[in-house]
């Protein structure tokens, strides 16, 4: 778990939270972002994106052959 500090409606918050890092591919982002918007407690949920700029073949071949659909 962690603590977010932030600003929502005029004031400044304090919650416990835990951070989910997905690995995916940016062909499946909406439908992972309409899957959190179903399914979150928070109104405004944390979704964000950070492109691979550089990775190790063997890794950047992993995640390619996880995450596309099966034949």
């Known amino acids: 778990h962690l ?4 600003r929502w409606e005029g004031e400044i918050a304090t919650e416990s939270e835990s951070l989910l890092i997905m690995k995916s591919t940016h062909a499946h982002f909406a439908h992972i972002q ?3 918007k179903e399914h979150h ?3 405004v ?3 964000i994106a ?3 700029v550089a990775g190790s073949t063997e890794y ?3 995640i390619h052959e996880s995450t596309r ?3």
């Open 3 to 6: 603590t977010s500090v932030f």
């Open 34 to 36: 309409r899957l959190l």
């Open 41 to 43: 407690s928070y109104k």
């Open 45 to 47: 949920p944390e979704l």
């Open 50 to 52: 950070i492109p691979i």
């Open 60 to 62: 950047l071949s992993w």
């Open 69 to 71: 659909a099966p034949a």
